[in-house]
Nanobody, 127 residues
Framework: VQLQASGGGVVQAGGSLRLSCAAS????????MGWFRQGPGKERELVSA????????YYSGSVKGRSTLSRDNARNTVYLQMDSLSAEDTAVYYC?????????????????????WGQGTQVTVSS
């Protein structure tokens, strides 16, 4: 299984980015997908997650209202659109996959159960 995250970069405060995570080697729709981030000196946090069929989503309070998580199961890819970026969003962003809730029963807002991880993509917001 491979998860390839991309789309990070340097953006000015107030700008937008779209992160992508392309998966291979797994039955994509059987997996919930999550985006985590870890900023300098901070613990890793769950930013957003989406169920295997793309209907249910979760957003943390830090990104809710200015981010959109979606997935294209035909392309085995999940997308995180982030708007109104601020310095607080500076972090390495990781995508991760775990068997979907109908299989292992973990709600989207929980961080446990993620089995596969991408390599991370750096997002730097300049003020």
């Amino acid at each position: 299984v491979q998860l390839q995250a991309s789309g990070g970069g340097v953006v000015q405060a107030g700008g937008s980015l779209r992160l992508s995570c392309a998966a291979s080697g797994l039955i994509f729709m059987s997996y919930d997908m999550g985006w985590f981030r870890q900023g300098p000196g901070k613990e890793r946090e769950l930013v957003s997650a989406i169920g295997g069929n793309g209907v249910a989503t979760y957003y943390s309070g830090s990104v809710k209202g200015r981010s959109t998580l979606s997935r294209d199961n035909a392309r085995n890819t999940v997308y995180l659109q982030m708007d109104s970026l601020s310095a607080e969003d500076t972090a390495v962003y990781y995508c991760a996959a775990r068997p979907r809730r109908s299989i292992i029963g973990i709600p989207l807002d929980q961080t446990s159960g993620y089995k596969y991880w991408g390599q991370g993509t750096q997002v730097t917001v300049s003020s």
